[in-house]
């Protein structure tokens, strides 16, 4: 690996030659035992692909992954985009290579699975309590940062003892939470007493504050967004306390929170703490320089659900994202007016943030469709989806292929080990037998 790389080109490069088979139920059987650079090669199309399936579209994930760079690099913030999102190291690189600082990932097993393929920049949003996580984050070699997050002056020393007698230093940032919310410190007083804790520790440096509003409010009425503010500005509080009592054991400070809902609340309450080193001048805390980041992570696939209700830029209305995932799925039986299940269910697509959404209706996969007005997905199984529609308007066989929007990218991408990429979907939305452009592979 160039050790200037903020990911390893050749790693990611090799998945190409990674042999397709039946452990990968996007493949089709007649691909079996071709390698993934030979399957594009070989110009597949979605007609070639069976059900149920997911696919990606490929300008869709360009578009929103440029549409955010380009808002961050305008307002001079910084983006680790949540990683465990995709899992994926090729869609890691279209973020990293928009100028990304890094990528935020949720556990070990994560972080593994970046450092495997070069990731240079790391932060876990969440606590290092397993001592082998603790010992291995500690091994990692000199060009890696590793930031993780501490709320309880009980994971302080967990670390001081697994840690104790090495010189090794982890950077970690103070987590503020909120009563009713998942981590992080309940209040700015304890999460004050827990960096004191931090800076008493031969092996912590504190480099910054975090926190998560997403766990707070799961709506953009006013209730929601003012749990979401209020969270926000005391985090700003707690840094300007953190300062003023000179505990950070840095000159370079972050500041992060930022899902993909809220991070434009996220910019408005906490970019008045930026300060850059050219700025800071003078000693002590007069000279820490101070960046805000924000981890959205769903934004590159966004979605036809909860992500399309809550994005600040669906709101706005200014240039939304676009829903940069389909689900495809198969009526596999028909039997009674009004009534159709798919061969599609919990195993092969999302539902813990809504339902499935009906979109087109055709009778191959690949070919012809017209909108599917006025049908719904009540409920799923593990491998079957229960579809209801008006009978006396719209006609259904056994057979046709329906495709659905998706809710949640989160919980649709970790259900596929490869994914194929579709040329252009999202503007074939009645025909068009788009070409698999590429095949996207994930670890979870």
């Not at 903020?6 to 990674?18: F, H, K, M, N, T």
């Not at 008493?200 to 929601?224: C, F, I, K, Q």
């Not at 706005?316 to 799925?329: R, S």
Request: aromatic residues 6%.
């Amino acid at each position: 690996m160039n050790t200037s790389e903020a990911i390893s080109a050749s790693a990611v490069a090799g998945l190409a030659e990674r042999r397709l088979d039946w452990r990968h139920k996007a493949v089709p059987a007649t691909a079996n035992g071709t390698t993934h650079a030979d399957f594009l090669a070989a110009k597949h199309t979605l007609a070639d692909l069976q059900t149920p399936l997911l696919t990606l579209d490929a300008g869709a994930l360009h578009a929103n992954a440029d549409r955010l760079a380009q808002w961050c690099a305008e307002r001079g913030v910084l983006l680790a985009p949540h990683g465990k999102t995709t899992m994926s190291p090729q869609l890691w690189t279209e973020q990293l290579n928009r100028g990304a600082w890094g990528i935020t990932l949720a556990n070990f097993a994560q972080l593994r699975v970046a450092r495997e393929f070069g990731v240079r920049n790391l932060q876990l949003a969440n606590s290092l309590t397993d001592p082998r996580a603790i010992t291995w984050v500690a091994g990692q070699p000199a060009d890696t940062t590793i930031l993780s997050w501490i709320d309880s002056p009980g994971t302080v020393d967990i670390i001081n003892r697994t840690l104790a007698g090495s010189d090794a230093v982890l950077d970690v940032l103070v987590e503020l939470g909120a009563h009713g919310g998942r981590t992080g410190a309940r209040s700015a007083d304890a999460a004050l007493d827990i960096a004191r804790a931090i800076s008493e520790s031969p092996n912590l440096r504190l480099v910054g504050v975090s926190g998560y509003e997403g766990s707070l409010a799961h709506t953009a009425d006013d209730a929601g967004l003012a749990a979401v503010r209020g969270h926000l500005a005391t985090m700003r509080l707690l840094h300007e306390e953190l300062l003023a009592a000179d505990l950070y054991g840095s000159g370079s400070v972050i500041i992060t929170a930022g899902g993909s809902a809220y991070f434009d609340d996220v910019v408005t309450v906490l970019s008045p703490c930026i300060r850059k080193a050219a700025e800071a001048g003078g000693t002590g805390s007069d000279s820490v320089s101070v960046d805000l980041m924000i981890r959205s992570g769903a934004y590159i696939i966004h979605d036809d659900g909860f992500y399309r209700g809550i994005s600040p830029f669906s709101r706005e209305g200014d240039q939304p994202f676009t829903a940069g995932m389909y689900g495809w799925a198969r009526v596999v039986s028909q039997t009674e007016p009004g009534l159709a299940i798919l061969d599609a269910g919990k195993r092969d697509l999302p539902f813990d943030e809504g339902l499935p959404e009906p979109q087109l209706i055709g009778p191959v996969l690949g070919g012809a469709m017209k909108p599917l007005l006025g049908a719904e997905i009540t409920s799923v199984n593990d491998q079957h989806s229960f579809m209801t529609y008006d009978a006396d308007t719209t006609t259904v066989r056994p057979g046709d292929v329906v495709r659905l929007g998706l809710s949640h990218p989160c919980t649709a991408f970790d259900k596929w080990t490869v994914i194929p990429v579709l040329a252009d979907s999202a503007s074939a939305n009645t025909t068009g037998n788009q070409t698999v452009v590429d095949l996207i592979h994930t670890f979870f």
